[in-house]
């Protein structure tokens, strides 16, 4: 019988809050739709990993420890799926360790990060609207904090700016740390509206990790919310990752079907070729 395992692979948190409710629940989503798989995780960020052993005892495996561990276990397919947002820095990277390790495996499955296509882009940007639609009163601004790397991200931020307004979520902002729009530009359509005298911060990543906790609700005086309230604002922070929403957890999921019937379709076309 073939042995089959799915890992899931992210920047990872050292908050374990995070880790439960977002990371957790994503891996758990993925475990009740895949019973017949072994599911297990590994995290990119050396630091990460380095404080969870340091002040838990945690121990996570990096991405080249978790496949050779897969190997070594007797682990034939192997659907590697990532909790990124898009097709970055991170993914490019993970695609090329991918290739070191693929022939220790009979099977090797690589999932697409959340953002996937335009059509991920709308689905995502309607479950993070709706997840804070109590907010949405007229007078109050709810503003996502993107994160954002290279190049190539920058479109899917734009993308769901654009989603938000074509969906009718009018008093919706997005902005990012590395990418485009910025805070600047962000801070600039707020400005322009003239009406709000509350916001609402909400991270758009994964897990309200630090970048949630410093760059966006961190009491440094070049956090978000502190230069938000410099201005005049009343700023709330809403301190939840992305993977906590279910409609996101569904979306991992289905991706991780897709890359299963991809590995179940190139299987069968190798065993048709022999």
């Not at 991170?90 to 335009?118: I, M, Q």
């Not at 897990?207 to 309230?229: C, F, Y």
């Amino acid at each position: 019988m073939t042995k089959r395992g799915i890992l899931t692979v992210s920047f990872g948190t050292a908050c374990l809050n995070s880790l439960d409710l977002e990371i957790g629940a994503v891996e758990r989503a993925v475990c009740a739709c895949f019973p017949e798989y072994e599911v297990r995780r590994a995290f990119s960020s050396e630091i990460v990993i380095r404080k969870l052993k340091d002040r838990y005892g945690m121990q996570t495996d990096s991405l080249n420890e978790a496949l050779k561990r897969a190997a070594l276990d007797g682990f034939q397919s192997l659907i590697v799926q990532p909790l990124y947002l898009a097709d970055g820095y991170e993914y490019t990277k993970l695609k090329n360790t991918l290739k070191e390790y693929r022939n220790l495996f009979e099977h090797v499955a690589l999932g697409s990060p959340l953002l996937a296509c335009d059509e991920d882009v709308r689905a995502a940007a309607r479950a993070a609207a709706q997840r804070t639609a109590e907010y949405d009163d007229g007078k109050t601004a709810v503003c996502f904090m993107g994160h954002g790397s290279a190049a190539r991200e920058e479109s899917v931020y734009e993308k769901l700016r654009f989603c938000l307004s074509q969906e009718g979520y009018e008093n919706y902002y997005i902005g990012t740390m590395k990418a485009v729009p910025s805070f600047d530009d962000m801070r600039k359509r707020l400005r322009e509206h003239g009406g709000y005298r509350k916001i609402v911060l909400q991270p758009f990543l994964v897990t309200a990790g630090s970048h949630a906790r410093t760059d966006m609700a961190g009491v440094n005086e070049n956090s978000w919310k502190n230069m938000l309230e410099r201005e005049g604002y009343d700023v709330r922070c809403l301190l939840e990752g992305l993977g906590r929403i279910p409609a996101i957890q569904r979306m991992y999921v289905s991706h991780v079907k897709k890359a299963a019937q991809a590995g179940k379709a190139a299987g069968q076309q190798a065993l048709n070729m022999r």
